[in-house]
C-alpha cells in the first residue's frame, strides 16, 4: 500500500511560479509511473502531468505545455511539480496519484491505485 502526501500549495501572483512536492511510502514508488492531476471547483479532475517509472518518459496536458514540468528523485520516493507562468485558470486542488502498472493509460484517471489528499493551488490576477 502506498501512501502520498502533497505539499507546497499555497497563493500566488499570476505570473509566478511554485513547486509542488508528493512524498511517497509504504511501497516501491520508484517503480510506479506517478501523475498530477487537478480539479477546480464546479469541474471534474482533469490530468497534468505524468513521468514513467523509468526513462524519464514524461506526458502532459496541452494546457500546461512549456509552462509545467514534471519530475522524479526515486532516491528520495518523491515526485515534482514545477509550475510557471502561472495563470487564474490553474487554479485548483492538486492531486499526485501513483499506479503500478506503468504501462498505457497514464493520462486517465482510472489508472491510478494511489491518490494523495490533495494540495489547493491558488493563483491570484
Known amino acids: 500500500q502506498v501512501q502520498l502526501v502533497e505539499s507546497g500549495g499555497g497563493l500566488v501572483q499570476a505570473g509566478g511560479s511554485q513547486r509542488l512536492s508528493c512524498a511517497a511510502s509504504?511501497?516501491?514508488?520508484?517503480?510506479?509511473?506517478m501523475a498530477w492531476f487537478r480539479q477546480a471547483p464546479g469541474k471534474e479532475r482533469e490530468f497534468v502531468a505524468a513521468i514513467k517509472a523509468r526513462g524519464g518518459i514524461r506526458f502532459y496536458a496541452d494546457f500546461v505545455k512549456g509552462r509545467f514540468t514534471i519530475s522524479r528523485d526515486n532516491a528520495k520516493n518523491t515526485v515534482y511539480l514545477q509550475m510557471n507562468s502561472l495563470k487564474p485558470e490553474d487554479t485548483a486542488v492538486y492531486y499526485c496519484a501513483a499506479t503500478a502498472y506503468d504501462t498505457i493509460g497514464l493520462l486517465s484517471r482510472s489508472r491510478y491505485e494511489y491518490w494523495g489528499q490533495g494540495t489547493q493551488v491558488t493563483v491570484s490576477s
Open positions: 509504504g511501497g516501491t514508488s520508484s517503480t510506479y509511473a
